[in-house]
């Protein structure tokens, strides 16, 4: 909304400043997490009352998540996908087709997670609805957005995947992108949602990813840079560098509530859309391949679920003490803020690595 002040800047030539990406970025990230830190009380009272009970507790899990976690609220992620809303109303580019797509992602996922969460709390179970149907959903989701993304990509790269490092390598796939796009997608919002077990624990992660994707997209969508990096130049992505702004914003806001002992959890409704959000923007870019670098450690917790459960079924034996991994941590005698900080620490360094593939070439 705010970007189309820079049109009047014929007549106010300070106006122009609403033209730079940065300068709105910026204005993103103050403003989600204004809005957050300003509203969250109110949020988790209303949330709190509303719940009764809070976000129920599995049975299965660690002994002592059931005395120190039982009756906190859930369904947090509203306060996060509110904030980034507001911001991306008020900052980004309105004329933006990628901005549109991603919070068409960001929103469909978070509103599949809403709808588990109400069923977790109002029955009371760790078992939201069918996990086949609610996939199905979020791969139409999508697949629609990935097609819509190839429809609007530079003709030398709808349906195309490029490979970091290799400066020239990639490969048209044709509607085969589609469903492997659409994968990347799915995954990444299931596995920040496997990954948000421990408080503060899923939430920096995806703000140290989005802020790596902010500079990714501001970069691959300025010809200059992207020409100096010999990336691939994606007009029109420089503007999701706005709504990575917004997510690190609202998600600053959110940890001040969710930082150990959390006032309330994000629950599916804000780690499906948020992992939703950056599996959007790394296909907008073209960096499919480098959000499994940056994104390695929800990458290794939904990993550990897969391996313990196919071990399980195969030879009835676990490989770790308790999955998702951050479990197995603890179940070894970690405390929670030990393997949260030090989960914390691993994505850093993952997300250092993923920004290194920018130069290497």
Known sequence: MLYLLSELSGVFSPLNVFRYITFRTGGALFTAGFFVFWFGPW???????RQGKGQPI???????????????????GLMILAGVMVAVILWA????????????????????????DYLKVTKQSHKGFSGKFRLGLEALIAIAACVAVAEYSAPGLAYRLAFPVFKDAIINLGLFYVAFAGFVIVGAGNAVNITDGLDGLAIVPVMIAAATFGIIAYLVGNVIYASYLQVNYVPGTGELAVVCGALIGAGLGFLW?????????????GSLALGGLLGTVAVATKHEIVLGIVGGLFVLEILSVIIQVASFKLTGKRVFRMAPIHHHFEQKGWKEPQVVIRFWIIAV???????ATLKLR
Do not use: C
């Not at 599995?58 to 369904?75: A, F, I, N, V």
């Not at 549109?100 to 809403?114: D, E, N, P, Y």
């Not at 509530?257 to 409704?269: H, K, L, R, S, V």
């Not at 360094?349 to 920004?355: D, E, P, S, Y």
């Open 257 to 269: 509530f969710n930082a150990p002992p959390a006032q309330i959890f994000m629950g599916d409704t």
């Open 349 to 355: 360094v993952l997300a250092l690595l993923g920004l």
């Open 43 to 49: 949020i988790i009272s209303l949330l709190r009352l």
């Open 58 to 76: 599995r049975e299965d899990g660690p002994q002592s998540h059931l005395l120190t976690k039982r009756g906190t609220p859930t369904m947090g």
């Open 93 to 116: 580019n309105p004329r933006n087709h990628y901005v549109w797509i991603v919070m068409m992602v960001t929103l469909g996922f978070g509103a599949i997670g809403f709808y588990d």
